[in-house]
């Protein structure tokens, strides 16, 4: 069992930061990647980005809306997981989670956190 807990949401202004970050606990030696999701209001939750949990290198994957404003990176020695969120929009509104997936493919990702809203004012 992973347990997940991220903080660090808020609201911000468009064209703002904010950083997420996300504990993890547990058997996290199983884990491959971690990634990030989130959920709009009245919309389906949307693969943000990942990261190769174990192993040498950090391989990271970008979903296309936030390529290039938003980066994850971890911490294996603390078992964290950080989102630093750039130049944010109004549609980055959502509520932001983080996910660890024991598939080497991370096609599925098996446990998951209980979220923490981001709201970017116009």
């Known amino acids: 069992q992973v347990q997940l807990v991220e903080s660090g949401g808020g609201l911000v202004q468009a064209g703002g930061s904010l950083r997420l970050s996300c504990a993890a606990s547990?058997?996290?030696?199983?884990?491959?990647?971690m990634g990030w999701f989130r959920q709009a209001p009245g919309k389906e939750r949307e693969y943000v980005g990942r990261?190769?949990?174990?192993?040498?290198?950090?391989?990271?994957d970008y979903s296309d809306p936030v390529k290039g404003r938003f980066t994850i990176s971890r911490d294996n020695a603390k078992s964290t997981l950080d989102l630093q969120m750039n130049t944010l929009k109004p549609e980055d509104t959502a509520v932001y989670y983080c996910?660890?997936?024991?598939?080497?493919?991370?096609?599925?990702?098996?446990?998951w956190g209980q979220g923490t809203q981001v709201t970017v004012s116009s």
């Open positions: 996910a660890a997936s024991t598939y080497i493919t991370a096609h599925q990702y098996d446990y």
């Open positions: 547990g058997g996290t030696a199983s884990v491959y990647y």
């Open positions: 990261i190769r949990w174990s192993g040498i290198g950090t391989y990271t």
